[in-house]
Structure formats: C-alpha cells, structure tokens
C-alpha cells in the first residue's frame, strides 16, 4: 500500500507540473517555428491559403511557420500525423472536405474528427463548378439531369481521387437530383482539367480559380457553381441551387485545426492573430482572386460547422455506398 500511495503521489506531482508547464507555454507562445501541415500536394487551394497568409501570420507572431505538404490517401497520412502529435500550438493543419468525409468512407476510420482536433478557425470557404467538355449537348443543370437519367451510369466525371472534392461533390450532386453518374479518378485536379479538356471525361466539379481561364478559352464549358453565391470572376454563372436543385450547396470550406487538447489560450492567440492577417486589404484582394470567400470564424462556429458536415457527410457515404474498404 505505502508503494502503491508512493506511485500515485509521484503521479500527481508529474501530471502538475505537466500542466503547469503547458500553462507557462500558453503565456509565452510562440517561443518556437511553428509547424503547418497542408495534407495535399503543392499548388492546390489548401496549400495556397496556407502559402498566401503564412508570412503576414510570421510578423505579427514573430516566429517562422514551416508550411509541410504531407500528402497522401486524400489527406488522410497528413492529418493523421496532426492528430498524433503533441498538442502544445506547434503542429497545426488545415484542410477541406476529405476532412470530415475521410471517417466515413473506411470501416476503421484512421481519426476522429471532433475526438482528435481542437477547432481554430473556419479561414475560408471556395466555391467549384460544374464544368463539361463541349462536345456534351448540356448548356445547364436542368438539361444535365435530364441527360444523366436518360443514360444512368454513362456519364464519366473525373475527381482528384477517392473521397476527393469533385468525387463528393458529384455523389452530393447525385444523390439530390436522382441520378447515377460513374467516377473517373485520378491523381490530383491537374489531370482532371487535362481529361476534360480532351474529351476523355464529360465533367467534373473543379475549382473555379483552376478551370476559369480554360472556360473562357472555350476549352470547356461552365454551367453552374456549387455554392451560396456566384462566382466573383463568373458573375454570369448561376449557382447550383437557382438552376434547379434547391438546397444544394458544396463549399469548399477552408479550416484550420491543432490537435486535440491543445490550451485554449493559445487556440484564441491562433485565432486573434489569424483573424487580423485575414482582413488584410492586401489579403482580401489575394484570396478573392483565387476565389476564396473570407470567413475569420471563431472556434466555436468552426466547431458547430464540424459537427453538422461530419453527419452530412456520413449520411451522402452510406446512402451513395461509398466506402473505400
């Protein structure tokens, strides 16, 4: 017994000073570089992001941010290793949609969302569009539809590889319109736009900073963007949801996480400082080229944004059968 008190006793004092080691870092953060994980290949929009506010962010915490591509299996080795590392504010990652579907679509899934991340900030959302080579004889999402029942199962999209944006979006797409499209996928959207642009594909759903330019050359052609509101650049292109298909939205949301337990006090200086950056004029300008709509959220609104995409996802999965293993 007196051993067993011993053992406890030296327990508690470890756990303390633990915790009062983590507080004292809190108070001083950032001591050290900073470690940002962008789970995709360079020059996709989350690395963009990254790349566009990680100076600003430098200044005004005064320590380096090392952007780390860690790719691979649609985001999943990256933000695995996120989520499996100490939770002191210096490994953080932010991510998109294969965040919240990834879970879904294994049996075993490799993380949990809410469990394993400590919500930073919702930094932006960026809209797609639904885009098609122009030898397929559809000008709009009702003649889509209509095509895609009248040939169920004939109508190729590419996506960027399983559980990808242009992959959920099209089950998504799918699933509230009553039709039966089949996956193309590759490795990554570069390949996508080329697999367009020569007729080895109908569509996809791609990034409209992306696929703009080769709209505009009639190298394909855009119908409809997937979110709430039209294109800054393509004001003429209705959104999914005014051209037929009420309710239906895809944005690629843009969030930032650390892992989970990380101290509140410094998620809040993550977010005060990241929150300022964002609303940079200079920013401001950047990010709406590349189409992506500034959010600043708090914490807690990318928390409650968590939660509800974890469950809409899940359901799109098992109702459009897309496990991977």
């Not at 950032?30 to 566009?52: C, E, H, M, N």
């Not at 949609?97 to 879970?103: D, E, K, Q, S």
């Not at 964002?278 to 600043?296: G, K, S």
């Amino acid at each position: 017994m007196k051993n067993g008190v011993v053992c406890w006793g030296s327990a508690f004092v470890l756990a303390i000073a633990t915790i009062g080691s983590v507080l004292a870092q809190s108070d001083n953060y950032p001591v050290k570089p900073i470690r940002w994980v962008v789970p995709f290949p360079p020059g996709g929009s989350t690395d963009v992001l990254a790349r566009l506010v990680s100076p600003k962010l430098v200044e005004t915490l005064g320590q380096q941010l090392i952007i780390d591509n860690r790719s691979g299996a649609s985001g999943t080795i990256g933000t695995v290793a996120v989520a499996r590392s100490s939770p002191d504010g210096y490994t953080l990652l932010s991510n998109t949609l294969p965040f919240v579907a990834n879970p879904a679509l294994h049996r075993k899934p490799p993380y949990d969302v809410i469990r394993d991340f400590e919500p930073v900030m919702l930094m932006a959302n960026q809209g797609s569009m639904i885009v098609l080579h122009p030898s397929v004889p559809v000008r709009s999402v009702r003649e889509l539809i209509a095509f895609a029942k009248a040939r169920p199962g004939q109508i190729n999209y590419g996506t960027a590889g399983p559980g990808s944006n242009p992959h959920i979006a099209s089950e998504l797409f799918s699933m509230m319109t009553g039709t039966t499209m089949t996956p193309v996928h590759f490795k990554g959207g570069g390949p996508v736009i080329v697999a367009i642009m020569s007729g080895e594909i109908a569509m996809s759903y791609l990034a409209i900073a992306g696929a703009s330019q080769h709209v505009a050359a009639g190298r394909m052609r855009a119908i409809a963007v997937t979110g709430t509101k039209r294109a800054f650049s393509m004001p003429e292109v209705p959104t999914v949801a005014e051209s037929g298909v009420p309710g239906f939205e895809f944005s690629a949301w843009h969030w930032l996480v650390a892992p989970k337990g990380t101290p509140r006090a410094i998620v809040n200086t993550l977010n005060a400082k990241l929150k300022d950056v964002l609303r940079l004029p200079d920013i401001v300008q950047r990010t709406r080229h590349e189409e992506l709509e500034i959010v600043a959220s708090s914490p807690e609104e990318l928390g409650a944004l968590l939660a509800a995409e974890v469950k809409k996802y899940a359901r799109l999965v098992k109702e459009r059968s897309m496990q991977l293993d």
